[in-house]
T-cell receptor, first 109, second 113 residues
């Protein structure tokens, strides 16, 4: 059974800091991995999708990496801003899309 | 481009009552998902449709939950009868295909009293 773990559960950083969010999964036979952002009371917004054959994807200040052999993915956020405050979830796709519990990020002005 | 539409936005019911949620996916998206998100947890897949056929409903509590996707477009999720532990946000998502990016609606927040 695929388990997805995100550490830390919560993170607070000052504005401007670079940060890394971690995601680990137990089964390396994945089709793809997605990183999502969720604002309070809202649905999820897909940030980056990494196919199993890819090692990383970049969008603006966001960079996501994937290492299937070790069952790990990281989301790197450069020059964090207060508007980045949200919960970030990773999801791995094998037979279905399985989500981690998320990391709640607070960026302080 | 219109996003995934869900209604109602909020619903409060008493246990043992029934409730239904509606979802209209993005036009052209063949795959539709219903997820349950309990506070503090990641979303859990309830059912996945490909067009109007069920791909995966292994985690759907079929004694009380049902879902349909008529004509491969809109979908409804029903709970009958509801239990206290069904209190959660019910999220609908769609994608062009099963390996593509997911687009989520804003969800329906259900409170069972």
């Amino acid at each position: 059974k695929q388990e997805v773990t995100q550490i830390p559960a919560a993170l607070s950083v000052p504005e401007g800091e670079n940060l890394v969010l971690n995601c680990s999964f137990t089964d390396s036979a994945i089709y793809n991995l997605q990183w999502f952002r969720q604002d309070p009371g809202k649905g999820l917004t897909s940030l980056l999708l990494i196919q199993s054959s890819q090692r990383e994807q970049t969008s603006g200040r966001l960079n996501a990496s994937l290492d299937k052999s070790s069952g790990r993915s990281t989301l790197y956020i450069a020059a964090s801003q207060p508007g980045d405050s949200a919960t970030y979830l990773c999801a791995v796709h094998i037979w279905d899309m399985r989500f981690g519990a998320g990391t709640r990020l607070t960026v302080k002005p | 481009e219109a996003g995934v539409a869900q209604s109602p936005r909020y619903k409060i019911i008493e246990k043992r009552q029934s409730v239904a949620f509606w979802c209209n996916p993005i036009s052209g998206h063949a795959t539709l998902y219903w997820y349950q998100q309990i506070l503090g947890q990641g979303p859990k897949l309830l059912i996945q449709f490909q067009n109007n056929g069920v791909v995966d409903d292994s985690q759907l509590p079929k004694d009380r939950f049902s879902a349909e996707r008529l004509k491969g477009v809109d979908s409804t999720l029903k709970i009958q009868p509801a239990k206290l532990e069904d209190s959660a946000v019910y999220l609908c998502a769609s994608s062009i295909g099963t390996d593509e990016k997911l687009f989520f609606g804003s969800g329906t927040q259900l409170s069972v009293l």
